[in-house]
């Protein structure tokens, strides 16, 4: 082993490469990134999201849902996206600095999510196409999330957030005097799929027109 030294130079080399690559060079790019308000007195943008919504964060991620959805809006005249309705501007690097996981996506094998709780703001429309997607968009190949609702033995009266079918459901109801309600982790998921919201502009990043 004459050329030891060489070796280990050669492997300090690719790995100091590598590290400025990826990480000096990014670091230096996006690492002084700040939420900025576009005019004096406004609430600097992005905001943080809290509460239920970051609770809902965690199982978007641990049911896979980022396997079939992207989180990222390609600007107007770059691919389809503006078309489709799921942006008004694109999104950029300062949109996900406060995201301790960013949850870009690589597939969209369903629609891109990053203005859902624009789009769809209703919170009975989510639980029902969880629970069953073809009720809410006939023909999906969403899966179902059954496992995110219980079924539980109607009380003094129905609660608020159990599940209404509409009057085609062609699938199985519950049994009479039972209902469907959606579980903790139902909650939190829909709080945070109502959280993702692109309504607000950037310097670098302007609703297009
Ligand atoms: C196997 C791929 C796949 C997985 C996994 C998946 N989805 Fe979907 N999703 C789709 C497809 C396809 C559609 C379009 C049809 C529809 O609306 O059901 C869709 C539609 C949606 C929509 C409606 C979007 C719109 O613009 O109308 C939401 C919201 C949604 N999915 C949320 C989720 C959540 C939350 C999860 C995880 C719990 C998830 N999806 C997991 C494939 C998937």
Same mark, same amino acid.
């Given at each position: 082993?004459?050329?030891?030294?060489?070796?280990?130079?050669?492997?300090?080399?690719? +790995?100091?490469?590598? &590290?400025?690559?990826?990480?000096?060079?990014? !670091?230096?790019?996006?690492?002084?990134?700040?939420?900025?308000?576009?005019?004096?007195? !406004?609430?600097?943008?992005?905001?943080?999201? $809290?509460?239920?919504?970051?609770?809902?964060? +965690?199982? /978007?991620?641990?049911?896979?849902?980022?396997?079939?959805?992207?989180?990222? $809006?390609?600007?107007?005249?770059?691919?389809?996206? &503006?078309?489709?309705?799921?942006?008004?501007?694109?999104?950029?690097?300062?949109?996900?600095?406060?995201?301790?996981?960013?949850?870009?996506?690589?597939?969209?094998?369903?629609?891109?999510?990053?203005?859902?709780?624009?789009?769809?703001?209703?919170?009975?429309?989510?639980?029902?196409?969880?629970?069953?997607?073809?009720?809410?968009?006939?023909?999906?190949?969403?899966?179902?999330?059954? /496992? +995110?609702? !219980?079924?539980?033995?109607?009380?003094?009266?129905?609660?608020?957030?159990?599940?209404?079918?509409?009057?085609?459901?062609? /699938?199985?109801?519950?049994?009479?005097?039972? !209902?469907? $309600?959606?579980?903790?982790?139902?909650?939190?998921? $829909?709080?945070?799929? +109502?959280?993702?919201?692109?309504? /607000?502009?950037?310097?670098?990043?302007?609703?297009?027109?």
């Amino acid at each position: 082993m004459k050329n030891l030294p060489l070796l280990f130079l050669g492997i300090f080399f690719c +790995l100091a490469f590598s &590290w400025t690559g990826l990480i000096l060079s990014s !670091e230096i790019q996006y690492g002084g990134l700040k939420p900025i308000a576009l005019e004096e007195g !406004e609430t600097p943008q992005p905001q943080a999201i $809290v509460g239920e919504a970051q609770q809902g964060r +965690l199982i /978007y991620i641990d049911q896979g849902c980022l396997y079939c959805h992207s989180q990222q $809006v390609r600007r107007k005249g770059y691919g389809a996206d &503006w078309e489709r309705g799921w942006g008004d501007r694109q999104t950029v690097p300062r949109d996900y600095i406060l995201q301790p996981r960013v949850l870009l996506g690589t597939s969209r094998t369903g629609p891109d999510l990053m203005t859902i709780g624009q789009r769809q703001p209703s919170t009975e429309w989510h639980y029902l196409h969880l629970y069953n997607p073809d009720i809410t968009s006939k023909g999906s190949i969403m899966p179902p999330f059954r /496992y +995110l609702f !219980e079924t539980r033995e109607i009380g003094d009266a129905p609660s608020p957030d159990a599940l209404i079918f509409p009057d085609d459901y062609a /699938y199985e109801r519950p049994p009479a005097g039972y !209902e469907i $309600v959606p579980t903790e982790r139902a909650r939190q998921l $829909v709080a945070y799929l +109502l959280s993702l919201k692109v309504d /607000y502009e950037l310097p670098e990043s302007r609703f297009a027109e």
